[in-house]
């Protein structure tokens, strides 16, 4: 059977968990995340980077999904660069915007 080489994130991503000897253990989901369905029993989703350029019923219906993929105790890790409703603070975030 023939794999689909994944998007250039998603290889270098699996290179980076390569290395550092995780292959195992952690796996990586290519595609478009606004309609691609998670798959069930995660121990963990991260979501890096991407939720800044969301709106807020886009952000809430990924995080639902993303609970919704979670064992019981699973962990949902955040990591991005968010602004106030003026879009002016944090500095930093809002010059990274």
């Given at each position: 059977m023939h794999r689909a080489?994944?998007?250039e994130v998603a290889r270098i991503a699996e290179e980076v968990i390569s290395q550092a000897g995780f292959a195992d253990?952690?796996?990586t989901l290519a595609?478009?995340?606004h309609t691609l369905p998670f798959p069930?029993?995660?121990d963990a989703v991260?979501?890096?980077g991407v939720l800044h350029q969301e709106d807020p019923d886009s952000i809430r219906d990924l995080l639902r999904?993303?609970?919704q993929a979670?064992?019981?105790g699973g962990v949902l890790?955040?990591?991005d660069m968010m602004t106030d409703a003026s879009h002016t603070r944090p500095k930093f975030s809002a010059l990274f915007a």
């Open positions: 080489r994944p998007p253990r952690v796996q595609g478009d995340y069930p029993d995660r991260i979501f890096f999904r993303a609970h979670l064992v019981s890790y955040i990591l």
